[in-house]
């Protein structure tokens, strides 16, 4: 008898062991979401003229000489930018330090003709290359005081005018110099 009711135990347990693991199923499903895309945005600065906005020979005390720049942003975001200059004394006779330079936005009057009036907003005035080449915003990381913001897929017309001082000497005749105006751009997104 003790085997019968052993026996019985035993099948009660097999049984109750079937019926708890039928018991633990569930229903599942899932689902995947594919095809995420990530792509990030460009800054992407260019002037026109893209070389020598400048080349004048023979100038005299009393001589100006006024040309208009394009700066572009082919990018799709905005941008801010800083323009700085360097500019040589090769010959030792400080052209640079003589030549006087004006930077404006286009022509309030006739924007249509850009910088035949000058009369825009002054945005620099100086030296050819500023006293410490920065001559418009700056090129530190961040929003920075007289920083240019550019719209994506935007340009802006810049008036640069050089003037040779009436009062300028003796030392300076038959001097040479070679300036060249750098335009460093960042995004303003998030920075």
Same mark, same amino acid.
């Given at each position: +008898? ?11 347990? +097999? +049984?109750?062991?079937?019926? /708890? ?7 599942? %499903? ?18 026109? $003229? ?9 100038? +005299? $005390? ?46 309030? /009057?006739?924007?249509?003709? $850009? ?13 050819? %290359?500023? /006293? ?14 007289? %920083? ?44």
């Amino acid at each position: +008898m003790i085997s019968k009711v052993l026996a019985s135990i035993f099948v009660l347990v +097999m +049984m109750g062991g079937a019926m /708890t693991l039928g018991s633990n199923a569930v229903f599942t %499903d899932s689902a995947v979401l594919g095809t995420n895309t990530f792509a990030t945005g460009t800054v992407d600065i260019s002037t026109s $003229p893209a070389s020598a906005l400048f080349s004048v020979s023979a100038m +005299m $005390p009393g001589d100006t000489t006024t040309q208009s720049l394009t700066v572009s942003n082919s990018g799709n975001a905005q941008l801010r930018y800083a323009i700085s200059a360097t500019a040589t004394n090769a010959d030792g006779q400080a052209l640079k330090d003589q030549l006087a330079l004006t930077i404006k936005t286009v022509d309030v /009057t006739t924007p249509g003709t $850009p910088c035949d009036d000058f009369d825009g907003t002054q945005i620099y005035t100086g030296d050819l %290359d500023g /006293t410490t080449g920065a001559l418009v915003g700056s090129s530190a990381q961040g929003a920075q005081a007289g %920083d240019r913001l550019l719209d994506a897929s935007n340009n802006e017309v810049l008036c640069f005018r050089v003037s040779l001082p009436l009062a300028t000497g003796n030392a300076a005749q038959g001097a040479a110099t070679v300036a060249t105006f750098s335009f460093d751009a960042e995004q303003t997104a998030n920075n």
